[in-house]
């Protein structure tokens, strides 16, 4: 019998909260491995790594980004609960809050990708450049590249794919202003309501 999405998962889950394959688990509180209900989830959102607070809860996006991100997610119609799967580049905290390394990237490469293709999203949502840099070698920056959808294999699977901004940019950039940033981040996630809606 084919396991559900949710058994493949807890199993993977399992793995990665024993996971010691790079320095980051000398360090960390908790692993950081997802938020969101994957039977319902259309969209898998990734970003870049846990900060403080995702890793004194174990949750991502729970601090000062999270909950820009939530107030976003709220005026696109889009549920965190419902719509999302919410899973970081690499699960574990970088020591004051860092880039994440390339080896550490690699390491985490396949918790990643499993996540995915468990889920098997409508959309693969990536919040910000280091989500990016997984699946493409494109070096434009979000600015120009964010809200257009690109395709995207993973394990051999085809997904459409969007980058849109890292809400901690977005903590920087207040105007609501036509074409300003907090302005695209609105247009980038109502077009992705629509889109898992088709
Ligand atoms: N930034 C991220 O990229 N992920 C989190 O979980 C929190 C902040």
Redesign the pocket.
Same mark, same amino acid.
């Given at each position: 019998m084919e396991k559900t999405k949710q058994t493949r998962l807890d199993e993977l889950k399992k793995e990665c909260l024993n996971c010691q394959k790079c320095e980051l688990g000398k360090t960390r509180t908790n692993v950081?491995f997802s938020d969101g209900n994957p039977e319902t989830a259309k969209a898998v959102l990734i +970003?870049? *790594?846990?900060?403080e607070?995702?890793d004194l809860t174990g949750?991502?996006?729970? +601090?000062r *980004?999270?909950k820009l991100l939530n107030e976003f997610l709220e005026k696109a119609g889009i549920s965190r609960e419902k719509d999302l799967y919410?899973i970081?580049?690499v699960k574990c905290r970088p020591p004051k809050?860092r880039v994440p390394e390339k080896e550490e990237k690699k390491q985490c490469e396949n918790y990643l990708m499993e996540q995915i293709d468990t889920i098997s999203p409508k959309i693969i949502i990536f919040?910000?450049a280091?989500?990016l840099k997984s699946f493409s070698d494109s070096k434009t920056p979000i600015s120009k590249i964010r809200g257009q959808i690109m395709d995207i294999e993973v394990k051999g699977k085809k997904y459409k794919g969007i980058p849109i901004f890292?809400?901690?940019f977005l903590l920087r950039k207040h105007s609501l202003e036509p074409g300003e940033p907090r302005d695209l981040m609105l247009k980038d996630l109502k077009n992705i309501k629509s889109l898992i809606n088709e």
């Open positions: 950081v +970003g870049e *790594a846990p900060g607070n995702e949750t991502p996006f729970v +601090g *980004a999270g919410i970081n580049t809050n919040c910000g280091t989500a890292h809400p901690s």
